[in-house]
Structure formats: structure tokens, C-alpha cells
T-cell receptor, first 114, second 113 residues
Framework: SQTIHQWPATLVQPVGSPLSLECTVEGTSNPNLYWYRQAAGRGLQLLFYSVGIGQISSEVPQNLSASRPQDRQFILSSKKLLLSDSGFYLC?????????????FGSGTRLTVV | GNSVTQMEGPVTLSEEAFLTINCTYTATGYPSLFWYVQYPGEGLQLLLKATKADDKGSNKGFEATYRKETTSFHLEKGSVQVSDSAVYFCALSASGGSYIPTFGRGTSLIVHP
């Protein structure tokens, strides 16, 4: 069966420090991968999506970047965190080309920038 | 473009009350429709889905019917429990655009004993 792993679960980082969040998917190949951010009490904001290795599309210009070094690995990074980067970060995947499949989310990373 | 509109919350109910959370959408083509649930501090979980007009998705006592004529996918449950307290997201997925899902803003449900 397919599973998605996201870590760490919680992170407290000082302003100006780097960031690396990792997401991996098991049990499938060539998934579409997504990074979302959710501010407290708010909806979902799509940050990046990827349809294949090395293929990254950015939805919102910001202080963050994403990479997909392997088929089932999706990494969210920042060189210097801002206070406004605080939030709940969610990784998700779906089957490429399957509109009806739905999206499977990781358990999320709570990032607090202090 | 595609869009999803769902009722603003919070929705506050007593245990065993009837629940309706409204969701309407705009989309080109024939989207699939979904309801997701998010419990505090967790990621989103797929609650139910419907992939074509007049389909009814159901799970854990929740139901929603894909109404193409009214472009709606309202979530209902006959008798809510305290454990149903969560945020509910309506979403759609359509072909093209790298299958980026469109989510509503979420509706918070609070169920009191």
C-alpha cells in the first residue's frame, strides 16, 4: 500500500536560519507531489508542485524553494527563514493523470520561526 | 479557472444534531469532487469522493451527492458526535493543469456534548 512520510513533525527555528523539510512517498512511482502551507485558522496555500524528477513549479513567489532529487522525494528549503514563514506545512501526492484518485496528505510539519 | 466555495464557520452543533456543510464549485469539464477532514494538529484525510454527476460518496455516516445541475456537493451527516469536531474541506480535481486540486477555505465544525 502507498504511504507518505513527512518530517520533522515540529520545528522551532530562529529567523535567518536555513530550513529543510522532507517528504517521501512509498508504494507508488512517478507521483505528482505538492507542498502546501496552512497559516493558523486559514485554508491551504499551494507552494510548489512537481510532476517529475527535477520538475518544480512555483505557485507563490516567496522565500522558499523546492527540489525533487528522486522520484518519490520532495524537499522544501529556505536559505534564510522569515517570521512570516511560520505555519503548518503539508506534503501531498496523487497518481499522475488520475483526476478521480484524490490526494493523500502527510501528517504535516509545524514550523515556528522565532 | 476552477473555484470552490464553502460556507464559513464555525458551525456549532449539539451532539446528535443534523449536519449540513454547503459546497458549490465552478469548473470546466467534468471534475471529481472530494471532502477532506482535518483533525487538530494533523494532515488532511480523504473523507469521501464522487467522480461523476449524481454519484453519492459516503463514509463514516457522512454523505455528499454530486449535483451537476446546481454545481454543488454538500456534506451531510444525520447525527454528529463530539469526535466529528474538525475542519472540513471541499475540493475538486479536473484534468489539465498538472492536476492541481482546488480547495475551499475549510469549515470548522464544533460539536458539543
Amino acid at each position: 500500500s502507498q504511504t507518505i512520510h513527512q518530517w520533522p513533525a515540529t520545528l522551532v527555528q530562529p529567523v535567518g536560519s536555513p530550513l529543510s523539510l522532507e517528504c517521501t512517498v512509498e508504494g507508488t512511482s512517478n507521483p505528482n507531489l505538492y507542498w502546501y502551507r496552512q497559516a493558523a485558522g486559514r485554508g491551504l496555500q499551494l507552494l510548489f508542485y512537481s510532476v517529475g524528477i527535477g520538475q518544480i513549479s512555483s505557485e507563490v513567489p516567496q522565500n522558499l524553494s523546492a527540489s525533487r532529487p528522486q522520484d518519490r522525494q520532495f524537499i522544501l528549503s529556505s536559505k534564510k527563514l522569515l517570521l512570516s514563514d511560520s505555519g503548518f506545512y503539508l506534503c501531498a501526492w496523487t497518481v499522475t493523470g488520475q483526476v478521480s484518485y484524490g490526494y493523500t496528505f502527510g501528517s504535516g510539519t509545524r514550523l515556528t520561526v522565532v | 479557472g476552477n473555484s470552490v466555495t464553502q460556507m464559513e464557520g464555525p458551525v456549532t452543533l449539539s451532539e446528535e444534531a443534523f449536519l449540513t456543510i454547503n459546497c458549490t464549485y465552478t469548473a470546466t469539464g467534468y471534475p471529481s469532487l472530494f471532502w477532506y477532514v482535518q483533525y487538530p494538529g494533523e494532515g488532511l484525510q480523504l473523507l469521501l469522493k464522487a467522480t461523476k454527476a449524481d454519484d453519492k460518496g459516503s463514509n463514516k455516516g457522512f454523505e455528499a451527492t454530486y449535483r451537476k445541475e446546481t454545481t454543488s456537493f454538500h456534506l451531510e451527516k444525520g447525527s454528529v458526535q463530539v469526535s466529528d469536531s474538525a475542519v472540513y474541506f471541499c475540493a475538486l480535481s479536473a484534468s489539465g493543469g498538472s492536476y492541481i486540486p482546488t480547495f475551499g477555505r475549510g469549515t470548522s465544525l464544533i460539536v458539543h456534548p
